[in-house]
């Protein structure tokens, strides 16, 4: 087993052991974990050379959930580990400057962050207080330079919009949650071309503080309640979506909005397994990117094409799809952190029309403004 040691800047001693285990066995036993405990699957059915590989990720009973609700954030154990680890993190983020009031309620860290201020420059708008400061201390602050396994796998609601945007809320959002987030200390990796899995684990310890010893165990998970099939209904009737749609035409011919996009829900009672369904749509829609998310109370399972942003050392990579080409003919953009974005002679060959080139540029303009914040 192979150790690596190193101290994060607040003192934090991590340490990650690396274990391989038999590739043939795969890692279908903690997707079936899944349906008992909380954690993780994230898998790619998708095999393109150079930009997409088989891979599998899977991590269960992690010890450490966060949860975002508007201004709030909580850091909430879920087992002996996260009790330990939240003490390192109180040390760690009581200090910091976009907090409104920060500390202990029982054995939940919890803290509201500052308003945001009514005006700021555009440059400025990520250094404003968010959840996403929070983040970036904490991702910083774990930032190991052979420490590529360690991470935040979870899932952001759209209400994030509001984290960057001081906009007065018309609705109600009770319970809506912005983002939910675990930290995972025990992450399996299988590389389906190498046909090898590997496992990181991870102990922490700080002043006394420490996840030595500790099982990495967690709440179960009451089974889903029983119910009886039924139709797939919507939230809205095929004359309601369009009547939509022809308000939005209407409101951008008056200047009001440039990009809308329109939700629309569809449900259908389903009591089975969270993993049999995952299977399910790894079967029907082989994607570059699937994934189960059990948080205990919801379940995330889905399958996307897209690539919308991928980070690997100072190389940004995009491959939006929402509109710019058909599915098996996508050039991706690839955007240097000291280079304009190079879409501009290569959008006349990819785009026909003039709405789609129009698309593309909001889609390439975004994580180009993106990149350009801290």
């Not at 994230?42 to 997409?52: H, M």
């Not at 010893?213 to 009451?222: S, V």
């Amino acid at each position: 087993m192979r150790e690596y040691r190193y101290t994060t800047p607040h003192g934090i001693q991590v340490t990650r052991s690396a274990s391989k285990t038999n590739f043939r066995k795969g890692l279908h036993h903690l997707l079936r974990d899944l349906d008992r405990h909380r954690g993780i699957y994230l898998s790619s059915g998708y095999e393109y050379p150079g930009r997409y590989s088989r891979w599998d990720i899977a991590s269960t009973c992690p010890p450490l959930e966060i949860v975002a609700y508007d201004r709030r954030m909580e850091f909430r154990p879920l087992n002996a580990r996260g009790v330990q680890i939240v003490r390192m993190f109180h040390g760690l983020l009581a200090e910091h400057a976009h907090w409104d009031d920060f500390g202990f309620e029982a054995e939940i860290l919890a803290g509201r962050l500052k308003p945001l201020p009514a005006l700021f420059p555009e440059e400025e708008r990520s250094k404003q207080p968010s959840a996403f400061s929070i983040l970036r201390a904490l991702t910083e602050e774990f930032r190991g330079e052979e420490n590529s396994r360690l991470g935040l796998v979870g899932a952001f609601g759209y209400d994030l919009l509001f984290q960057f945007e001081p906009i007065e809320k018309k609705l109600p959002r009770a319970g809506h949650k912005d983002l939910h987030l675990f930290l995972c200390d025990d992450i399996w990796y299988m590389d389906r071309k190498k046909e090898q899995v590997e496992r990181y684990q991870y102990e922490f310890e700080r002043e006394g503080a420490s996840t030595r010893g500790l099982a990495r165990d967690g709440e179960a998970i009451a089974p889903p309640v029983p119910r009886e099939n039924g139709p797939i209904t919507s939230d809205h009737t095929p004359e309601e979506y369009m009547a939509n749609v022809e308000t939005v035409r209407e409101g951008m011919r008056r200047g009001d909005y440039y990009e809308v996009v329109l939700r629309q829900t569809f449900r259908t009672p389903y009591s089975g397994k969270a993993s049999d369904l995952f299977r399910r749509v790894q079967l029907a829609s082989p994607s570059p990117y699937e994934f189960l998310l059990q948080f205990g109370d919801e379940q995330l399972v889905g399958a996307s094409p897209e690539m919308f942003v991928r980070v690997e050392g100072r190389r940004v990579e995009t491959c939006p799809i929402s509109g710019t080409v058909n599915a098996h003919r996508r050039w991706p953009v690839v955007v240097s952190w000291k280079e304009a974005c190079p879409y501009s002679s290569r959008k006349k060959r990819i785009l026909p029309s003039g709405l789609s080139s129009a698309r593309l540029g909001i889609m390439s303009n975004g994580p180009r403004r993106a990149r350009s914040r801290p």
